[in-house]
């Protein structure tokens, strides 16, 4: 079983960035100079992934823009000799294959993987929740492909996390089966109080197509929304899953502070950027 389809659910409001996000989608929010979205796309592309599905929604138009040729800015970056930002740019549209959706009504993630289905047919696929970037040395989703490969089950990637963050994440119950690995045996979508164990659901999946029918089954959950972790429980009914800890950082660039860390981290790993940038932090004698 090869997997081939990776999805981006990126329909959200991005109301966390307002008001930087009234007029333009969240995941276009540069990290440094590259919106958000292309670091997921990149890391599924990384992963052997071929074909990118993006859940879009109103006000989404830049991400496809993105992803498509610049016909008249190419044109222009050729004759002014610009190559290297040319070489940039057509590697961007060059990527891999995209195909879009949208979702019409903000009926949550577990709803945005749901309208994927007659795009996704009957194979595993991917998903890639964009506002959690993840810089490890192999790409998480390669290392969850991995695992797939071993169980042939739907994967999560999880996290360990303090107890008082836990409410922010979907959180497993797990019976460890070899370092790193967990057999799930519940999950609970951002419990309010005892959470049943450190292991925080972080956003990157390896899911089978029996996903499809559990979300039929899935009512909604937190905040009135079709949550992905409430149909992963009722998955469990029928199939079993894994939990895996990537290796790897991972920055919340969903969330302000995350964001800057990511921002601050990437930039001091940019050569052309680190010098002086590190100068500039030493400098402001925190
Ligand atoms: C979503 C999922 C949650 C998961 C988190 C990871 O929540 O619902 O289970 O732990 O992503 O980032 P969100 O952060 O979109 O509210």
């Known amino acids: 079983m090869r997997l081939k ?11 966390r ?38 859940v879009t929604g109103m006000g989404k138009t830049a991400i496809e823009d993105h992803f498509d040729t610049s016909f008249e800015l190419e044109i222009l970056l050729k004759e002014k000799g610009k190559l290297d930002l040319l070489n940039m740019i057509e590697n961007v549209s060059g990527l891999v294959h995209f195909a879009y959706t949208r979702q019409k009504k903000p009926l ?32 998480a989703m390669k290392q969850m492909a991995g695992v797939f490969e071993k169980y042939g089950t739907s994967i999560l990637a999880v996290q360990k996390v303090s107890k008082k963050d836990a409410h922010l994440y979907g959180v497993i119950k797990g019976k460890k089966v070899s370092p790193g690995v967990w057999r799930v045996l519940d999950l609970v979508e951002k419990p ?6 450190n292991l925080a ?15 039929e089954k899935t009512a909604p959950g937190k905040g009135g929304e079709i949550q992905l972790t409430d149909a ?10 894994y939990a895996y800890e990537f290796e790897g950082n991972r920055y919340d ?32 004698g925190l």
Do not use: C, W
């Open 5 to 15: 389809k990776a999805v981006f659910p990126a329909a959200g409001f991005g109301t």
């Open 17 to 54: 960035f307002l008001p930087a996000t009234k007029a333009i989608p969240k995941e276009m929010l540069p990290l440094v100079d590259k919106p958000l979205i292309q670091y997921a796309v990149e890391e599924a592309k990384a992963s052997g992934l071929e074909e990118m599905i993006i």
């Open 108 to 139: 949550g993630l577990g709803h945005a993987i749901s309208i994927t289905q007659n795009l996704i047919n009957d194979e595993a696929f991917a998903v890639f929740l964009g506002d959690d970037i993840i810089d490890s040395k192999t790409p």
């Open 192 to 197: 309010r109080e005892n959470p049943p164990s």
């Open 201 to 215: 659901i972080i956003g990157r999946y390896i899911l089978t197509p029996g996903i499809f029918k559990a979300l």
């Open 232 to 241: 992963l429980k009722h998955l469990l009914e029928t199939e079993e899953i």
């Open 253 to 284: 660039a969903g969330d302000k502070l995350g964001f800057l860390k990511a921002n601050v981290s990437f930039a001091l790993k940019r050569a052309d950027l680190k010098v002086e940038f590190k100068k500039f932090l030493k400098d402001l």
